[in-house]
């Protein structure tokens, strides 16, 4: 199947459940167990939330969320054109936040949840993270 849906949306916090219900919508037209559209609904929920929090601070920038069938389940990519990440594996480590008001588990939810997570970021330029669900 070739399908795929891009949604474009500013770095608005409000538009976290509008790409998690978009997401899950596209892919409860696979054979995904209600358990694992739960699963992709958070993990989505945790991109797009880092990318509202932290891509652009203290200004307005676009984050871009891409869902596609692929032979066996979906990949959902997730990009902003924000700061990017200085150090990934710093990122990813479970409890790492620059807002202390948070847990700092994205990242660790994200790797749970999907059976793939794949980040690319450059300072300056933004960052990509794409994550696999198999059905």
Known sequence: MNNH????????SSNVS??????ATFAS??????SDIEE??????????NAVLHAYPGSSGLIEVIVENRDDGIQVTVKDYGK???DI???KQPGFTTMPEHMGLGF???????DELHVESQPGS???????KKA
């Not at 849906?5 to 608005?12: A, D, T």
């Not at 509008?18 to 997401?23: L, P, Q, T, Y």
């Not at 660790?108 to 999907?114: P, Y």
């Open 108 to 114: 660790t939810f994200m790797e749970s949840f999907m």
């Open 40 to 49: 992709i609904k958070v993990a989505v929920s945790e991109a797009v939330s």
């Open 126 to 132: 933004g960052t990509t993270v794409r994550m696999v």
């Open 29 to 34: 037209f696979r054979e995904f167990s209600l």
């Open 18 to 23: 509008v790409a998690r219900i978009a997401a």
């Open 5 to 12: 849906m891009l949604i474009r949306f500013p770095n608005v």
């Open 84 to 86: 990017g990440i200085e």
């Open 89 to 91: 594996d710093e990122a």
